[in-house]
């Protein structure tokens, strides 16, 4: 199998910044997703060095020095050995970079980034915030990262919480992203991919306009066999039309059998 990767973002029509950034990387078959933190100073800056790092590591360090400067984890996938590595070198630039200006203290970024092994029979994710990466199968979509929020983690840890407990929670609290502390654990998965699979990275920009449903029908009229450009404009535009509140990314990825 061999994956195809398009991606577009957006600033969407409530902004006037676009502090999201996206990296394709078809090379290696990698690709990701970073949104700076609304309402922190520089988020555009630590969207950009997250991509710029990633893309950085895979060009000079991966198949030569595998994860430097980090030991390889022998419990992971080369794949996800790659992917954790990458996303703590970013949180260390964009931490470091941080205590260097005031201007730029306490910035951050959510970050969510997938590679496919050498035949596409795996997928590997790693995710740190509140971007997100689905899969679509068999007319059906899953979302295979977990965000880290205050009402996800509420969520995770007291599954007993009602829906009015839940709500009263202040939404859009991030728990966990890069750049804020020295060192960060990015939470890492592997999967076995069929041909047909379609992945969906994306920023809250798009997953906080559009429904699942919604998504998961564009995706099915326009990327399961059309052009992914197609789909993933497709996909920023019904976002815009649903009030385009924040800055929009997306990338599809999708299995050619």
């Known amino acids: ?26 090379d290696f078959a990698m690709a990701a997703v970073a949104d700076g933190l609304g309402g922190h100073k520089s988020g555009h800056l630590a ?19 595998a994860t430097w400067p980090f030991p390889y984890d022998e419990h992971l996938s080369d794949e996800e050995n790659y992917l954790s590595t990458g996303v703590r070198l ?35 994710v790693a995710n740190v915030g509140d971007s997100r990466c689905y899969r679509i199968r068999a007319g059906e979509m899953v979302q295979l990262t977990r965000d880290h929020s205050l009402v996800s983690d509420a969520m995770h840890v007291a599954p007993w919480m009602t829906e009015q407990e839940i709500a009263q929670l202040p939404p859009n609290v991030i728990t966990r992203a890069l750049g804020i502390r020295e060192e960060v654990q990015a939470d890492v998965l592997r999967e076995a991919c069929e041909p047909g699979d ?32 197609e789909a993933c404009a497709q996909l920023v535009d019904r976002a815009n039309a649903n009030g385009g509140d924040d800055n929009i990314s997306v990338i599809l990825a999708r299995l050619d059998g």
């Open 1 to 26: 199998m061999k994956p195809s990767i398009a991606g577009k973002t957006d600033v969407g029509r409530q902004r006037d910044l676009n502090e999201d950034a996206i990296l394709i990387l078809p």
């Open 47 to 65: 969207s950009q060095l997250a991509v710029s790092t990633l893309a950085d590591f895979f060009m000079v360090t991966v198949h030569r020095d």
């Open 90 to 124: 970013a949180n260390r630039r964009i931490f470091d970079r941080s205590l260097k200006a005031i201007s730029d203290f306490g910035m951050g970024t959510t970050c969510v980034a997938m590679m496919f092994d050498e035949s596409a029979t795996h997928l590997s």
């Open 198 to 229: 379609l992945y969906l990275l994306c920023s809250d920009g798009l997953h906080g306009m559009i429904s699942d449903a919604d998504m998961l029908a564009l995706v099915m009229a326009h990327g399961l066999t059309g052009d992914l450009e």
